[in-house]
């Protein structure tokens, strides 16, 4: 999938059949994110870990975990006991069941991802896609991601697997408030009329139409100030063009010197172009310089030759 990477690969085993895929987070938060700064001089805050013991910092490898029971009791637990804890095949999400989509409470979803094929040949992915969307149900599945086994269903969107994290019954809350008890049924007047506005109201569900207006009031202030060179705006600083070696510098120069010095003229378009490519310019002045010294050599070579 473009422009998205896979955060986990393995295969759902439905029955007998393997089925191998990729997995991609489905969605993304787009709130703008701020940093923590000095209020007097705009300086990031920074977080250390620090014992309370001893006071001082800690790594982060240095750092177990640690229980604490309601009668205060602490367990401090390392990696090798976590690694001794039963945990559902990594790299497997079998199928427990298939249940009806009615039955699972909107409450319990959690998070979501793309399951895309990884194979040359999908057709047990796509086996399975039509499957669940025949018999209108979705399947119940074990999901392991970061060391941690959830719950999640199954389904088809768009053609597409869709894998939904689920919380498990004992992390949702159970809900009792007094101020409903007691209180007298609405009367068929009232609800007449409650269901006419209901009506009035009503459509298809359609996502595009509705936008978070503070991100993007949020955003109209950011880029308002950034433009208007608000005080509130520290500018980043501009980049600067690469600087030519110091060495190189010298050396173009002292070679437009030794050419003005022996009679030669260099041409309008001498010095930019070797400003441009110094490293060639330095290379052509290497070899005139390597030519003379030969030159030089070879009549001291044939005196000392007639001697």
């Known amino acids: 999938m473009e422009n998205m990477r896979s955060i986990w690969k393995g295969s759902i085993a439905f029955g007998l059949v393997n089925v191998p895929v990729k997995v991609y987070t489905a969605t993304e938060d787009h709130d703008i994110r701020f940093h923590q700064v000095h209020a007097v001089d705009g300086g990031r805050i920074k977080y250390d870990r620090v014992c309370s013991v001893c006071g001082k910092s800690v790594q982060f490898a240095d750092i177990d975990k640690a229980y604490e029971s309601p009668d205060g009791d602490r367990v401090i637990l390392t990696d090798e006991d976590f690694s001794k804890l039963p945990a559902a095949e990594k790299h497997e999400i079998p199928v427990l069941q298939f249940v009806p989509v009615e039955q699972i409470d909107p409450i319990l979803y959690e998070k979501s991802y793309y399951l895309e094929p990884d194979s ?95 991100q993007i009031e949020l955003k109209r202030l950011l880029d308002e100030a950034i433009a208007n060179g608000s005080s509130k705006v520290t500018r980043a600083p501009e980049e600067t063009a690469p600087e030519m070696d110091a060495e190189v510098v010298d050396l173009v120069a002292a070679l437009q010197r030794s050419l003005e010095a022996s009679g030669g003229k260099a041409s309008k378009s001498a010095t930019p172009a070797a400003e441009q490519n110094p490293a060639k310019a330095t290379s052509k002045a290497a070899a005139k310089k390597t030519t003379k010294k030969a030159a030089k050599k070879a009549p001291a070579k044939q005196a000392r030759k007639g001697a």
């Open 120 to 214: 040359s040949t999908p057709k047990a992915y796509v086996l399975l896609a039509k499957t669940l969307e025949d018999v209108n149900r979705v399947a119940l599945v074990h999901f392991t991601l970061r060391q941690k086994t959830r719950l999640a269903a199954l389904r088809v969107l768009d053609g597409v697997l869709l894998l939904q994290t689920l919380l498990w019954p004992d992390e949702v809350r159970s809900v009792e408030f007094e101020s409903l008890d007691g209180v007298a049924a609405p009367k068929k007047q009232e609800l007449a009329m409650a269901e006419t506005l209901v009506d009035t109201m009503s459509d298809d569900f359609d996502p595009s139409l509705y936008t978070d207006e503070y």
